[in-house]
Protein backbone atom coordinates (compact mmCIF):
# COMPACT_ATOMS: atom_id res chain seq x y z
CA UNK A 1 0.00 0.00 0.00
CA UNK A 2 2.88 2.11 0.58
CA UNK A 3 4.44 1.35 -2.25
CA UNK A 4 1.39 2.04 -4.56
CA UNK A 5 0.52 5.73 -3.24
CA UNK A 6 4.42 6.56 -3.48
CA UNK A 7 4.12 5.57 -6.99
CA UNK A 8 1.17 6.82 -7.61
CA UNK A 9 2.08 10.39 -6.00
CA UNK A 10 5.28 10.58 -8.13
CA UNK A 11 3.24 10.14 -11.56
CA UNK A 12 3.55 12.53 -13.84
CA UNK A 13 0.35 13.63 -15.22
CA UNK A 14 -0.48 14.46 -19.07
CA UNK A 15 -1.08 17.80 -20.49
CA UNK A 16 -4.68 18.73 -20.58
CA UNK A 17 -5.68 18.80 -23.87
CA UNK A 18 -7.54 21.99 -23.97
CA UNK A 19 -4.88 23.88 -22.63
CA UNK A 20 -1.42 23.07 -25.47
CA UNK A 21 1.71 23.93 -24.48
CA UNK A 22 2.93 27.73 -25.45
CA UNK A 23 6.44 26.72 -27.46
CA UNK A 24 9.31 29.11 -26.31
CA UNK A 25 10.18 31.85 -28.73
CA UNK A 26 13.12 31.33 -31.39
CA UNK A 27 16.50 31.46 -29.47
CA UNK A 28 17.41 33.24 -33.04
CA UNK A 29 14.66 36.31 -33.08
CA UNK A 30 15.92 36.78 -29.32
CA UNK A 31 19.63 37.04 -30.04
CA UNK A 32 18.81 39.40 -33.39
CA UNK A 33 16.48 41.42 -31.29
CA UNK A 34 19.37 41.81 -28.54
CA UNK A 35 22.29 42.58 -30.98
CA UNK A 36 20.21 45.24 -32.40
CA UNK A 37 18.96 46.96 -29.42
CA UNK A 38 23.06 46.66 -28.21
CA UNK A 39 24.03 48.04 -31.93
CA UNK A 40 22.04 50.86 -31.59
CA UNK A 41 22.58 52.05 -28.32
CA UNK A 42 25.43 54.07 -28.80
CA UNK A 43 23.88 56.41 -31.59
CA UNK A 44 20.88 56.47 -28.91
CA UNK A 45 23.87 58.02 -26.60
CA UNK A 46 25.54 60.43 -29.42
CA UNK A 47 21.92 61.64 -30.56
CA UNK A 48 21.85 64.54 -28.43
CA UNK A 49 25.23 65.68 -29.18
CA UNK A 50 24.98 65.58 -33.02
CA UNK A 51 21.97 67.20 -32.96
CA UNK A 52 23.03 69.79 -31.11
CA UNK A 53 26.41 70.16 -33.00
CA UNK A 54 24.17 70.57 -36.59
CA UNK A 55 22.37 73.17 -34.82
CA UNK A 56 25.36 75.04 -33.49
CA UNK A 57 27.77 74.68 -36.08
CA UNK A 58 26.58 72.56 -39.23
CA UNK A 59 23.89 75.63 -40.03
CA UNK A 60 26.10 78.34 -39.46
CA UNK A 61 28.81 76.60 -41.98
CA UNK A 62 25.55 75.95 -44.52
CA UNK A 63 24.82 79.45 -44.09
CA UNK A 64 27.85 80.94 -44.43
CA UNK A 65 28.39 78.37 -47.53
CA UNK A 66 25.12 80.56 -49.68
CA UNK A 67 26.45 83.47 -48.31
CA UNK A 68 29.02 83.12 -50.13
CA UNK A 69 28.41 82.60 -53.29
CA UNK A 70 26.03 86.26 -53.14
CA UNK A 71 27.27 89.83 -53.46
CA UNK A 72 25.87 90.85 -50.08
CA UNK A 73 26.36 94.33 -48.89
CA UNK A 74 24.93 96.61 -46.69
CA UNK A 75 22.19 98.02 -49.88
CA UNK A 76 21.10 94.64 -50.19
CA UNK A 77 20.72 94.03 -46.61
CA UNK A 78 18.11 97.17 -46.45
CA UNK A 79 16.37 96.06 -50.02
CA UNK A 80 15.99 92.52 -48.75
CA UNK A 81 17.60 91.65 -52.07
CA UNK A 82 19.54 88.68 -53.33
CA UNK A 83 22.12 89.02 -55.80
CA UNK A 84 23.89 85.70 -57.06
CA UNK A 85 27.70 85.62 -58.38
CA UNK A 86 28.67 82.20 -58.28
CA UNK A 87 32.03 81.73 -58.16
CA UNK A 88 32.89 85.66 -58.01
CA UNK A 89 34.03 85.44 -54.92
CA UNK A 90 36.18 83.14 -54.65
CA UNK A 91 37.54 83.64 -58.65
CA UNK A 92 38.52 87.21 -56.85
CA UNK A 93 40.28 85.93 -54.02
CA UNK A 94 42.45 83.35 -55.45
CA UNK A 95 43.79 85.87 -57.86
CA UNK A 96 44.14 88.55 -55.21
CA UNK A 97 47.89 88.94 -53.93
CA UNK A 98 46.35 90.54 -50.46
CA UNK A 99 44.75 86.92 -50.05
CA UNK A 100 47.71 85.03 -50.93
CA UNK A 101 50.08 87.39 -48.92
CA UNK A 102 47.87 86.75 -45.80
CA UNK A 103 47.39 82.63 -46.54
CA UNK A 104 51.27 82.80 -46.63
CA UNK A 105 51.53 85.06 -43.67
CA UNK A 106 49.01 82.90 -41.75
CA UNK A 107 50.89 79.74 -42.26
CA UNK A 108 54.04 80.89 -41.11
CA UNK A 109 52.72 82.42 -38.14
CA UNK A 110 50.93 79.00 -37.10
CA UNK A 111 54.21 76.84 -37.56
CA UNK A 112 56.17 79.64 -35.34
CA UNK A 113 53.77 79.18 -32.44
CA UNK A 114 53.13 75.60 -33.17
CA UNK A 115 57.02 74.38 -32.76
CA UNK A 116 57.40 76.74 -30.15
CA UNK A 117 54.62 75.48 -27.93
CA UNK A 118 55.28 71.86 -28.42
CA UNK A 119 58.68 72.68 -27.42
CA UNK A 120 58.18 75.26 -24.51
CA UNK A 121 55.46 73.05 -23.43
CA UNK A 122 57.60 69.73 -23.72
CA UNK A 123 60.38 70.98 -21.58
CA UNK A 124 57.83 72.29 -18.78
CA UNK A 125 56.03 68.79 -18.75
CA UNK A 126 59.39 66.98 -18.83
CA UNK A 127 60.40 69.78 -15.48
CA UNK A 128 56.59 68.74 -13.70
CA UNK A 129 57.88 65.23 -13.71
CA UNK A 130 60.90 65.96 -11.75
CA UNK A 131 60.32 68.65 -9.38
CA UNK A 132 59.17 67.34 -5.87
CA UNK A 133 55.49 67.64 -4.38
CA UNK A 134 55.33 71.03 -3.63
CA UNK A 135 56.85 72.87 -6.39
CA UNK A 136 54.75 70.67 -9.01
CA UNK A 137 51.63 72.09 -7.40
CA UNK A 138 52.80 75.47 -7.18
CA UNK A 139 54.33 75.34 -11.25
CA UNK A 140 51.09 73.32 -11.85
CA UNK A 141 48.80 76.29 -10.61
CA UNK A 142 50.42 78.77 -12.19
CA UNK A 143 50.38 77.00 -15.36
CA UNK A 144 46.23 76.72 -14.51
CA UNK A 145 45.87 80.46 -13.84
CA UNK A 146 47.23 81.23 -17.13
CA UNK A 147 45.35 78.76 -19.52
CA UNK A 148 42.01 79.69 -17.69
CA UNK A 149 42.68 83.73 -18.40
CA UNK A 150 40.11 84.66 -20.30
CA UNK A 151 41.56 85.67 -23.93
CA UNK A 152 40.16 89.52 -24.06
CA UNK A 153 41.79 90.31 -20.71
CA UNK A 154 45.54 88.49 -21.41
CA UNK A 155 45.12 90.95 -24.22
CA UNK A 156 44.46 93.63 -22.09
CA UNK A 157 47.33 92.82 -19.91
CA UNK A 158 50.16 92.38 -22.47
CA UNK A 159 48.91 96.02 -24.11
CA UNK A 160 49.88 97.55 -20.87
CA UNK A 161 53.16 95.12 -20.94
CA UNK A 162 54.24 96.60 -23.91
CA UNK A 163 52.87 100.12 -23.44
CA UNK A 164 55.25 102.56 -25.31
CA UNK A 165 55.47 104.75 -22.17
CA UNK A 166 54.36 103.31 -18.92
CA UNK A 167 55.08 99.68 -20.53
CA UNK A 168 57.19 97.32 -17.65
CA UNK A 169 58.87 95.53 -20.09
CA UNK A 170 60.00 98.92 -21.65
CA UNK A 171 60.76 100.17 -18.27
CA UNK A 172 62.79 96.46 -17.20
CA UNK A 173 64.89 96.06 -20.52
CA UNK A 174 66.20 100.36 -19.96
CA UNK A 175 67.34 99.18 -16.47
CA UNK A 176 68.82 96.33 -18.02
CA UNK A 177 71.20 99.05 -20.19
CA UNK A 178 69.11 98.91 -23.62
CA UNK A 179 68.25 102.47 -23.00
CA UNK A 180 67.04 102.93 -26.46
CA UNK A 181 64.06 100.62 -25.74
CA UNK A 182 62.72 103.23 -23.35
CA UNK A 183 59.92 104.48 -25.49
CA UNK A 184 59.92 101.45 -28.24
CA UNK A 185 56.68 101.26 -29.85
CA UNK A 186 55.89 97.50 -29.96
CA UNK A 187 53.04 97.95 -32.01
CA UNK A 188 54.51 100.10 -34.51
CA UNK A 189 55.84 97.37 -36.72
CA UNK A 190 55.26 93.58 -38.11
CA UNK A 191 57.77 91.97 -36.83
CA UNK A 192 57.43 93.72 -33.15
CA UNK A 193 53.43 93.10 -33.05
CA UNK A 194 53.88 89.50 -34.19
CA UNK A 195 56.43 88.62 -31.30
CA UNK A 196 54.19 89.99 -29.23
CA UNK A 197 51.53 88.38 -30.45
CA UNK A 198 53.83 84.50 -30.50
CA UNK A 199 54.59 85.37 -26.65
CA UNK A 200 50.90 85.89 -25.78
CA UNK A 201 49.92 82.59 -27.79
CA UNK A 202 52.49 80.46 -26.43
CA UNK A 203 52.34 81.96 -23.04
CA UNK A 204 48.39 81.13 -22.95
CA UNK A 205 48.93 77.02 -24.62
CA UNK A 206 51.85 75.85 -23.40
CA UNK A 207 49.62 74.70 -19.98
CA UNK A 208 47.29 72.57 -21.96
CA UNK A 209 50.70 70.91 -23.28
CA UNK A 210 52.95 70.37 -20.63
CA UNK A 211 49.99 68.96 -18.01
CA UNK A 212 48.66 66.77 -20.52
CA UNK A 213 52.81 65.81 -21.27
CA UNK A 214 53.38 65.07 -17.32
CA UNK A 215 49.84 63.13 -16.98
CA UNK A 216 50.92 60.78 -19.51
CA UNK A 217 54.72 60.90 -18.21
CA UNK A 218 52.93 59.51 -15.36
CA UNK A 219 51.62 56.24 -17.44
CA UNK A 220 55.31 55.36 -18.36
CA UNK A 221 57.03 52.59 -16.15
CA UNK A 222 59.55 54.08 -13.74
CA UNK A 223 61.72 51.09 -14.36
CA UNK A 224 62.14 51.78 -18.15
CA UNK A 225 64.03 55.76 -16.99
CA UNK A 226 66.10 53.14 -14.37
CA UNK A 227 67.40 51.36 -17.34
CA UNK A 228 67.80 53.80 -19.35
CA UNK A 229 69.92 55.30 -16.86
CA UNK A 230 71.83 52.50 -16.15
CA UNK A 231 72.93 51.68 -19.68
CA UNK A 232 74.53 55.68 -19.77
CA UNK A 233 71.46 57.42 -21.61
CA UNK A 234 71.45 61.13 -21.44
CA UNK A 235 68.63 63.11 -21.25
CA UNK A 236 68.10 63.62 -24.63
CA UNK A 237 68.79 59.82 -25.73
CA UNK A 238 65.87 59.34 -23.20
CA UNK A 239 63.82 61.33 -24.13
CA UNK A 240 64.18 60.30 -28.09
CA UNK A 241 64.16 56.43 -27.59
CA UNK A 242 61.93 55.92 -24.47
CA UNK A 243 59.57 59.22 -23.49
CA UNK A 244 58.66 59.88 -27.50
CA UNK A 245 57.81 56.59 -29.10
CA UNK A 246 55.63 55.97 -26.06
CA UNK A 247 53.94 59.05 -26.21
CA UNK A 248 54.15 59.41 -29.65
CA UNK A 249 50.28 60.07 -30.17
CA UNK A 250 49.98 62.16 -27.58
CA UNK A 251 52.39 64.75 -29.68
CA UNK A 252 50.29 64.19 -32.70
CA UNK A 253 47.12 64.63 -31.36
CA UNK A 254 48.52 67.82 -29.47
CA UNK A 255 49.93 69.46 -32.47
CA UNK A 256 47.27 68.90 -34.51
CA UNK A 257 45.18 70.53 -32.13
CA UNK A 258 47.05 73.29 -31.42
CA UNK A 259 47.81 73.92 -35.41
CA UNK A 260 43.69 74.44 -35.41
CA UNK A 261 43.75 76.57 -32.51
CA UNK A 262 46.76 78.90 -33.77
CA UNK A 263 45.71 78.88 -37.15
CA UNK A 264 42.05 80.08 -36.67
CA UNK A 265 43.19 82.63 -33.74
CA UNK A 266 41.11 85.57 -33.79
CA UNK A 267 40.90 87.29 -30.58
CA UNK A 268 44.02 87.90 -29.72
CA UNK A 269 45.34 89.16 -32.84
CA UNK A 270 42.61 91.69 -33.69
CA UNK A 271 41.99 92.76 -29.98
CA UNK A 272 45.76 93.17 -29.68
CA UNK A 273 46.36 95.37 -33.00
CA UNK A 274 43.17 94.39 -35.08
CA UNK A 275 46.18 93.34 -37.32
CA UNK A 276 47.46 96.55 -38.04
CA UNK A 277 49.74 98.41 -38.82
CA UNK A 278 48.51 98.84 -42.17
CA UNK A 279 46.85 95.11 -42.19
CA UNK A 280 50.55 93.46 -41.75
CA UNK A 281 49.90 91.31 -39.15
CA UNK A 282 46.07 90.10 -40.60
CA UNK A 283 45.84 86.21 -40.40
CA UNK A 284 42.99 84.65 -42.61
CA UNK A 285 40.47 84.99 -39.64
CA UNK A 286 41.04 88.59 -39.48
CA UNK A 287 41.10 89.65 -42.92
CA UNK A 288 37.83 87.78 -43.09
CA UNK A 289 36.29 89.54 -40.01
CA UNK A 290 37.63 92.90 -41.64
CA UNK A 291 36.17 92.50 -44.96
CA UNK A 292 33.01 91.20 -43.75
CA UNK A 293 32.26 93.07 -40.92
CA UNK A 294 34.20 95.74 -40.83
CA UNK A 295 33.72 97.09 -44.58
CA UNK A 296 30.04 94.97 -44.95
CA UNK A 297 31.07 92.87 -47.66
CA UNK A 298 29.79 89.66 -45.94
CA UNK A 299 29.97 87.63 -49.00
CA UNK A 300 33.30 88.26 -49.61
CA UNK A 301 34.09 87.46 -46.09
CA UNK A 302 31.97 84.55 -46.41
CA UNK A 303 34.15 83.36 -49.41
CA UNK A 304 37.53 84.26 -47.30
CA UNK A 305 36.09 81.90 -44.17
CA UNK A 306 35.49 78.87 -46.07
CA UNK A 307 38.97 79.01 -48.30
CA UNK A 308 40.23 79.32 -44.22
CA UNK A 309 38.21 76.10 -43.56
CA UNK A 310 39.52 74.37 -47.02
CA UNK A 311 43.10 75.83 -46.58
CA UNK A 312 43.25 74.04 -42.85
CA UNK A 313 41.72 71.22 -44.11
CA UNK A 314 44.49 70.69 -46.49
CA UNK A 315 47.55 71.30 -43.78
CA UNK A 316 45.72 68.59 -41.91
CA UNK A 317 45.47 66.24 -44.32
CA UNK A 318 48.62 64.70 -43.02
CA UNK A 319 47.59 64.55 -39.54
CA UNK A 320 44.16 62.95 -40.93
CA UNK A 321 46.26 60.29 -42.33
CA UNK A 322 47.99 59.28 -39.59
CA UNK A 323 44.66 59.00 -37.45
CA UNK A 324 42.96 56.62 -39.95
CA UNK A 325 46.41 54.28 -40.21
CA UNK A 326 46.48 54.57 -36.16
CA UNK A 327 42.58 52.97 -36.39
CA UNK A 328 43.72 50.44 -39.20
CA UNK A 329 46.32 49.24 -37.03
CA UNK A 330 43.61 48.77 -33.64
Known amino acids: MGAQSTGTATEPRPPSASTPPTPPPPAGRKRSAGGLAARGAP ?6 ALVATAALLAYPLLRNLVISFQNLNAFQLIQHT ?8 YTDQLTSSV ?31 RLGK ?3 LFLSLALILAWAMPMVAGTTVYQWLFDS ?6 WGLAKLGWHSMA ?37 IAAELFEAARMDGATAWRTFRS ?20 VFKAFTQVYALNAGGPAGTTQTLPVYA ?12 GAAISTLTILILLALMSYYFRIILKQEDDL
Open 289 to 300: FVEGVGNQHYGV
Open 99 to 129: FWHTTFRSVLFTAANVALIMATGTLVGLLLN
Open 242 to 261: VTFPILKPFFLSTAFLEIIW
Open 43 to 48: YLLILP
Open 82 to 89: TEWTGFGN
Open 183 to 219: GFNWFGGQFSTFSVITLMIVWQSVPFVALNLYAGLTT
Open 165 to 170: QYGVVN
Open 134 to 136: RMR
